[in-house]
């Protein structure tokens, strides 16, 4: 956990009982666009229990730490930053805080000069403890996971759009525990410069025991094309132990922006799912080696990589799909979508910005293998157009051709290629018999004849999509490649 003790260097596993244990769970996504995930649905609880057995068994502690309200932080706490020289609304945690050096910033200065009431001998105490109204602090409502690279801006328009989406949520009475504030960084910055250690089981069951204490993790995923969350293992490896903790819900969060960012991409769906849904812990990163290596050491003879990796992908697949259903819900006007399934939409989905969403949306449900409800929005675009411009005539185009991977997909071979060739036709007329997109369509009808076994008739689509590619776009581009790979395979299937 690098980030949750806001060093930079070694010594990462020091003295945390004197500091409250944990910090940061899950990092850098996309909103407040919050997706609660109940953490122990039968096969959830049972994966927990095969995987870390009695690790996690321990009763719910009842003492709950102190958190920051919401609304101190968007008021004195950011005042306090653009009052001090250097400092404003962009800058990063890590430079409000800089644990490299003696010399305090915003967070060390307010309790420099206070006895730590967790040790009552110490000087210098924690950010939260220097508070005491309850418009200030708290019992923490939930535990914030985020990394100490992020804009204290960021981090505030997340956790107000939190809020905002619910309703019951006063911004005084939420308190966030927030490890740059909750934890005492002047032990962090003492234990660093002398070296001291503590066991990594220690470590592990304070970090276990405040999970389980707050019972809520709201994690900020950011930025939404890249996230850095997903690159930090303490941050995979938080996410996993807030999904496995018996009682705990887990929340994922966006800076609002960033949520509209994402909502409003025009791109490849399945390359962004495969961004967002691509953990390797085994590949994560951690500032402090030796974190890196007992944690790695832990998952893998516990719950072992490869399920560890496919519970936190799936959980981010999972957010990513109910984002974008919640957003064209909202555009929409309604919950659900009216459609009478015949490709007619009774609802006015002429708004393109609509459009395109309810398209993204369709290819996320397509991505994650849910082809009965991505035929639904697929559908619910497609409506006769009076005079259709050249980008309204080549959408369409796009949309039959996933409604034919669609029933491709179901087996549905006959309808994948009516589909297929409608999206043709329309690549004819519109762009000619030798534009790229042609080719597409034509290796996308061979496919489906492979499948059917009619070998013959896949083999002319693909020679027909090789020979466009070669004249548009050379021996040597990707897609042509796939086509003679596609010629290849086809010869191997009919022997």
């Known amino acids: ?141 939930f535990m914030f996971s985020y990394t100490w690279n992020y804009r204290i801006c960021d981090i505030i328009d997340t956790l107000v759009a939190h809020c905002e989406s619910n309703k019951d949520m006063d911004q005084k009475r939420t308190y966030v525990w927030i490890c740059c504030l909750c934890n005492n960084q002047h032990r962090v910055y003492e234990d660093k410069q002398n070296g001291d250690n503590v066991p990594f089981d220690e470590f592990h069951e304070i970090f276990r025991t405040t999970v389980a204490s707050i019972g809520h993790v709201v994690a900020m995923i950011f930025p939404w094309d890249n996230p850095e969350y997903l690159t930090r293992v303490w941050c995979v490896f938080e996410a996993y132990t807030a999904t496995t903790e018996p009682g705990c819900t887990l929340t994922i969060a966006m800076p609002p922006k960033e949520r509209q960012a994402m909502m409003s991409a025009v791109g ?128 369409s185009a796009k949309v039959y051709n996933n409604i034919g991977l669609v029933y491709g997909e179901q087996g549905n071979y006959e309808n994948a290629l009516v589909e297929h060739r409608k999206a043709l036709a329309i690549e004819f007329k519109v762009l000619g018999p030798n534009h790229p997109s042609t080719s597409s369509s034509h290796n996308n009808i061979g496919l489906v004849y492979r499948a059917k076994g009619e070998y013959e008739n896949a083999l002319v689509q693909h020679r027909k999509a090789l020979e466009i590619q070669l004249k548009a776009l050379g021996p040597d581009h990707s897609d042509t490649a796939e086509s003679y790979n596609n010629i290849g395979n086809t010869h191997d299937v009919k022997g």
Not at 40 to 49: L, M
Not at 294 to 314: A, F, M, P, Q, R
């Open 1 to 141: 956990m690098d980030d949750y003790l806001g060093q930079t260097g070694p010594c990462t596993f020091s003295k945390i009982s004197r500091r409250l244990g944990i910090g940061t769970i899950i990092t850098s996504i996309l909103s407040c666009s919050i997706y609660y995930i109940h953490l122990h649905p039968p096969e959830v609880s049972s994966f927990c229990c095969q995987m870390f057995g009695t690790l996690f068994s321990y009763p719910k502690p009842k003492h709950v730490p102190n958190g920051v309200s919401v609304h101190y932080l968007k008021t004195q706490f950011l005042r306090e930053v653009e009052e001090t020289e250097g400092l404003n609304e962009n800058s990063t945690i890590r430079e409000i805080e800089d644990l490299r050096w003696a010399k305090h910033g915003v967070i060390r200065s307010k309790g420099a000069s206070k006895v730590c009431p967790r040790d009552e001998t110490t000087i210098g105490a924690a950010y939260s403890d220097c508070l005491e109204e309850d418009d200030d602090v708290g019992p923490a409502t």
């Open 268 to 395: 490849d769906i399945s390359n962004l799912l495969k961004v967002l849904s691509a953990t390797m812990i085994q590949n994560a990163e951690a500032s402090a080696p030796e974190d890196l290596e007992k944690i790695l050491k832990l998952v893998e003879v516990t719950v072992g990589y490869t399920k560890l990796n496919n519970s936190v992908n799936e959980l981010i697949r999972r957010w990513v799909m109910d984002t974008f259903v919640a957003e064209f819900e909202k555009m929409n006007g309604s919950k659900g979508m009216k459609n009478n399934h015949d490709g007619h939409n009774q609802d006015d989905l002429q708004d393109e910005k609509l459009s395109r969403l309810c398209y993204n949306v369709g290819s996320v449900m397509y991505e994650n293998g849910e082809y009965n409800k991505a035929l639904v929005y697929f559908k619910n675009i497609l409506k006769e157009e009076l005079n259709p411009t050249v980008d309204q005539k080549l959408f």
